[in-house]
């Protein structure tokens, strides 16, 4: 008995997991089995067995798109499909749809016969519908800090390797951009203060500023909602290089300080301001963590079609927000290194499907929530940031 229960449970692991497939007839001409769903960016097989050829053609397939309102979007991604015929015959592709649509419901595999390849000139016409995969709630507004910690070494601060000096490294003596954020804030221009909304949290100048001290402060009010906190981005992108800030957390349970990048804005273009690649490199500092001598970071790398695609959480020997220290990461062109006060944090290697490009935008925000952050703060909490630079890689 035990034997049979063996068999049943893998044979039903076996069915939840197998790809759901659809067998569609065009006309009399050919035959399709397909995936009823995709996943953006990961490659899935079609087989068309053509089943009729009355004179010599070329078999074609292209990408098409409908809106969620059910109507014709148009042309989608060219799929590079275009094979000669002379008889009824069998084939397998291996399909990757790349690109998508804001309002974009399903995908249209169009199929045709064609003797010169020109859709003009079909004499067959077919198409498959594919459903796009929903994605697994794995954004911000969904994650529990506890569930997300991938394996991670805890930090030691006496102990962890130092990362390669700027001279090692590769890096200019000198950086290309820095701000001392100093009392009435020369260099203001150099950054977009957010007065717009962002991960829930309304941001506002209000809540972004630099004091007369010289440090900039970035305030998430207590309460909510509504949630109310601080943001700036750079106002010119950057390249390859070293990020270094000499930040203070706040050490009030319930907010996020964060420092990170993200190409969120091609800037070579007029618009859309969101036409970036959405590669983002994160330092994510959360108060709730921190206690007597103890802490942790949450390191991530988010890359479109794959939210979280790195996330760790090494927990720290110190408290963050006992004192400044300076935190950054290294962005190059073949991996990211994380680290603080010279100390290796961590370091990724890049894939052939993530990551980073040059052109990018450097970020500060403070903000809060109730899932992952434990927020809202019961009181004000002020994120300081006593200066930030970039030392661009020469080598």
Known sequence: MKRYLVLFTLLCLLVS??????????????????????????????????????????LVINANWLKKSGG???????????????????FEFQVTIKKSKPDLKSVSLALYLSPDGNWKNKTESGVVGLTPKAKPATGHETME?????AEAKPFYMNSAPPVATLAEGGFAAEPSFEDNFDPGWPNKKAWRVASWKQNGTMMSPERCYVDDSGMLVQTVLKGGPPYKGGSLQSASEFGWGRWVARIK????????????????????????DNDGTGFEIDIELLSYTFGKDKGAVHLAIHAKGYTNYISINPTLDFNPSDDY?????????????WHIDGKLLHEWKYTEEVYANEGYEMFFNSWTMPKWIHGPTTEDADY????VKFYPLEK
Do not use: C
């Not at 300081?384 to 200066?387: R, S, T």
């Open 325 to 337: 220290h300076e935190w950054g990461f290294d962005v190059l062109p073949d991996r990211i290194i």
């Open 72 to 90: 014709f979007g148009g042309f989608l991604q060219l799929l590079n499909i275009n094979e000669d015929i002379s008889e009824p015959k069998s």
């Open 249 to 272: 957390p706040t050490d009030v349970p319930g907010a996020l300080n964060s420092m990170f990048t993200k190409d969120w804005d091609d800037l070579t273009t007029a618009k859309p």
């Open 17 to 58: 997991g197998a790809q759901a497939e659809q067998n569609v007839a065009l006309g009399d001409w050919a035959k399709v089995t397909a995936p009823t769903e995709y996943q953006q960016g990961v490659p899935f097989t079609i087989k068309v067995d053509v089943l009729k050829v009355d004179a010599p053609t070329k």
């Open 145 to 149: 800090y506890e569930k997300i910690t």
């Open 384 to 387: 300081f940031i006593d200066w």
